[in-house]
């Protein structure tokens, strides 16, 4: 796309929030994607562990959850090549110190219908690993699926382009300016216009509103680490649940046959090409012998990204109350893949003026809720 060409968006930032959110807007309008990095995906989206998990995270982001879940069990015809999503259940595991967490837990989830309490003997038949003696009970969630992350970002890609959108890659957003009725966005890849830029820049989204002149959301990226290991040797670990912590202080869950472990830390960071820390590392070896009968020999891959959150633990969505035409659509914290469906249809409506999609008020989303000025 030639510098100085006018759109009618410019989305910033090429990970899960940012394509899928260019790729409904593609629709109705002319969109242009800027990613700083040569390829989308580099950063939070490539690094998740690829749940769907409609338990997990606070109100608005459940609803969101939800209302994703029609689009990955059933995608647009032609959307993906293979399923974008296969069951896999979620165990909590709680030891005697957390059972009021656990009972806690179930009393909450059993409002939602799909879980299901189980003794330690129980629990160890789905996870024949679990250590004797380490968990008293636990909790399994029957509702939770494996993403295809990159058939979805894939998927959001190929309709963008095939809708007319451009993506440039290899354009970090350097300066926002507001004349009169648009944007003009600077990059090192040129200079582009638009009258509606939405902020979709993942750990940077407050970077990006700072040089647009916009309120702060005060987003905090906390770096989460993880690692490959080999399964047991002999043991098909495929049909294992992901099986957690009941207070996140570790999971683990099978991943093309081997077992991606994870300390569940949240550590703040600045914006950056996060890298695991090597204390991660060992207390998550440590976590995970503790309550399984493993022996961590060989670390197969180990990578961290960062998880972006706000105060209330739910996504920014919606146009900043002091820049015009600046949108906001970020922090979407531990959840952006599983919600990525829903958020993306929802943050093209309320840049083109529309109200709530049907399926997902009827979750009962309540978008002030998700706007910035709650901040
Ligand atoms: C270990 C781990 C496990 C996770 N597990 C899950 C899970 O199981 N399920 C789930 O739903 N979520 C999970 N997540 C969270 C999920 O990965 C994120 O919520 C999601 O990827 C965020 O997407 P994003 O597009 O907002 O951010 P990103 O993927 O980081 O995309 C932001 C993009 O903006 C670009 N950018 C930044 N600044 C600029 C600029 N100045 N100019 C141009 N481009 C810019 C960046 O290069 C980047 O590509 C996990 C995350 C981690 C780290």
Not at 117 to 139: E, F, H, I, Q, T
Request: aromatic share 6%; charged share 20%.
């Amino acid at each position: 796309m030639a510098s100085g060409e006018q759109v009618d968006v410019i989305v910033i930032g090429a990970g899960m929030a940012g394509a899928s959110a260019a790729a409904e807007l593609s629709r109705d309008t002319r969109v242009l994607l800027l990613e700083m990095e040569g390829q989308p995906g580099y950063h939070t989206t490539g690094r998740s562990a690829a749940m769907y998990e409609p338990g997990y995270g606070p109100p608005g982001i459940r609803a969101l959850t939800r209302a994703a879940g029609t689009f990955f069990h059933d995608p647009p015809e032609g959307f993906a090549e293979a399923p974008l999503v296969t069951p896999r259940g979620v165990l909590m595991i709680a030891r005697a110190d957390q059972s009021d967490t656990l009972d806690a837990m179930i009393t909450e989830a059993s409002a939602e219908g799909t879980v299901e309490r189980l003794d330690a003997d129980a629990a160890r038949k789905l996870v024949p690993v679990l250590r004797d003696g380490y968990a008293v009970g636990a909790m399994l969630s029957k509702s939770g699926q494996d993403i295809d992350v990159h058939g979805l970002l894939q998927g959001y890609l190929r309709a963008f382009r095939a809708r007319g959108g451009k993506l440039v890659t290899k354009a970090p957003v350097t300066g926002l300016t507001r004349t009169a009725d648009a944007w003009t966005v600077e990059t090192a890849a040129g200079t582009f216009n638009a009258p509606v830029v939405v902020n979709a820049a993942g750990a940077w989204a407050d970077r990006i509103g700072a040089l647009a002149g916009a309120e702060t959301i005060g987003l905090t990226p906390r770096r989460r680490t993880a690692l490959t290991i080999a399964a047991p040797e002999g043991v098909d670990v495929d049909g294992w649940p992901m099986t957690c912590d009941v207070d996140e202080a570790f999971y683990m869950k099978p991943d093309a046959g081997r077992l991606l472990i994870s300390p569940a830390n949240e550590d703040p960071e600045e914006p950056q090409d996060v890298q695991p820390d090597e204390l991660d590392i060992a207390i998550c070896i440590d976590r995970i012998e503790t309550a399984f009968d493993l022996k961590v020999r060989r670390i197969e891959s180990r990578w961290a990204g960062l998880r972006s959150f706000v105060a209330d633990g739910e996504p920014v969505v919606g146009y900043s109350d002091v820049a015009p035409g600046f949108f906001w659509l970020a922090g979407q914290g531990g959840y952006g893949i599983q919600t990525a469906p829903a958020l993306s249809r929802l943050a093209a409506a309320l840049v083109l003026g529309r109200g709530v999609p049907d399926d997902i008020a009827a979750q009962g989303l309540v978008p002030e809720k998700l706007a910035p000025g709650r901040l």
